[in-house]
């Protein structure tokens, strides 16, 4: 999959901002900021097989899930700022 094709993904570029604001984001908060459970899980699914997120379940009561950028991610994050400039 090339770096294109992932983020024609839905909700992938939503996900790579929410991430790039915070350390870790909650999977709660990525549904809110998508707004569709089923699109997040996938977007999420791909990004982490291909290596830009992290997901690390906590050990907190109800085993919340958090997900974070990778170096790898941290660098798809600066195209996303890249393209955001030619949306305007």
Do not use: C, W
Request: proline share 2%; hydrophobic share 40%.
């Amino acid at each position: 999959m090339s770096i294109f094709e992932l983020l024609a993904l839905k909700g992938a570029r939503i996900i790579v901002t929410e991430l790039s604001k915070k350390e870790a984001v909650r999977y709660s908060e990525l549904v809110e900021a998508v707004g569709h459970s089923t699109t997040t899980s996938r977007a999420l699914n791909m990004m982490e097989k291909l290596g830009y997120i992290k997901r690390e379940v906590l050990q907190e009561k109800y085993r919340p899930v958090v997900y974070s950028l990778t170096p790898k991610g941290r660098r798809l994050d600066e195209v996303v700022k890249t393209l955001k400039q030619f949306e305007k």
